[in-house]
């Protein structure tokens, strides 16, 4: 897996969803968003944006606690279930490409934080994975690193 330091992620006007959802269904949340999008007369923009806020294993299944983010073509006001937010922007960020199923998401992380770790980096936000090709589960994933050293 290739990392690459110093890239940027910004995203405006986002529609944003927060929920918790069974790993396998992941992916058809964001469909289920894109469709809820359209019935709203909203028009997207860009790839879904997701990050995992939590993680609990439950039996044999993993539930996800997630904010998905979709951008979308102009603001719109903010319901009980898809909130408003007018920019995501990340500096100074480790990106990979892979391939992503949710059984691998930890993995993944692992291995950057592992990076981290050796390069002595200092992580400053979350871990955001851009859905870029979702038939083929292809996601680039940012994590904002401190640009101080001392």
Request: hydrophobic share 40%; net charge negative.
């Amino acid at each position: 897996m290739q990392i690459i330091q110093n890239q940027f992620l910004c995203c405006n006007n986002l529609l944003s969803y927060k929920t918790r959802v069974s790993e396998n269904r992941v992916f058809a949340l964001f469909e289920h968003m894109e469709k809820s999008a359209e019935i709203l007369n909203i028009e997207i923009k860009g790839d879904v944006i997701f990050t995992v806020n939590e993680s609990v294993k439950s039996g044999n299944r993993k539930i996800l606690d997630i904010e998905a983010l979709l951008p979308v073509a102009s603001e719109f006001e903010s319901n009980e279930h898809y909130v408003f937010k007018p920019k995501l922007r990340i500096e100074n960020a480790l990106k990979t490409r892979c391939t992503i199923d949710c059984h691998n998401i930890d993995k993944i992380k692992e291995e950057i934080i592992m990076y981290m770790i050796q390069n002595q980096l200092d992580a400053v936000t979350d871990f955001y994975y851009v859905v870029r090709n979702r038939n083929q589960q292809i996601a680039d994933i940012y994590i904002g690193i401190n640009g101080n050293i001392v």
